[in-house]
């Protein structure tokens, strides 16, 4: 393959968390969320992966509509 595909595979999308923008295969947390939210949960087995998902109130839907 000559040509280099800038994004890995993976869907690009905005992290729910941090608002970065990011690449992964699945929509979530963006790497470096998922690392400090393994390392908040401490390894324990908690569905907090679930709660993150809930929207949240505050969060400015401008934010997540602007694309460029
Ligand atoms: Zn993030």
């Given at each position: 393959?000559?040509?280099?595909?800038?994004?890995?595979?993976?869907?690009?999308?905005?992290?729910?968390?941090?608002?970065?923008?990011?690449?992964?295969?699945?929509?979530?947390?963006?790497?470096?969320?998922?690392?400090?939210?393994?390392?908040?949960?401490?390894?324990?087995?908690?569905?907090?992966?679930?709660?993150?998902?809930?929207?949240?109130?505050?969060?400015?839907?401008?934010a997540?509509?602007?694309?460029?």
């Amino acid at each position: 393959m000559s040509e280099t595909s800038p994004h890995p595979t993976g869907t690009a999308f905005t992290c729910p968390r941090c608002g970065s923008e990011t690449t992964d295969e699945y929509y979530g947390p963006c790497t470096d969320c998922r690392q400090i939210l393994r390392a908040e949960q401490g390894g324990e087995a908690r569905s907090v992966t679930t709660a993150d998902y809930e929207p949240k109130m505050n969060v400015t839907p401008n934010a997540v509509a602007t694309k460029d």
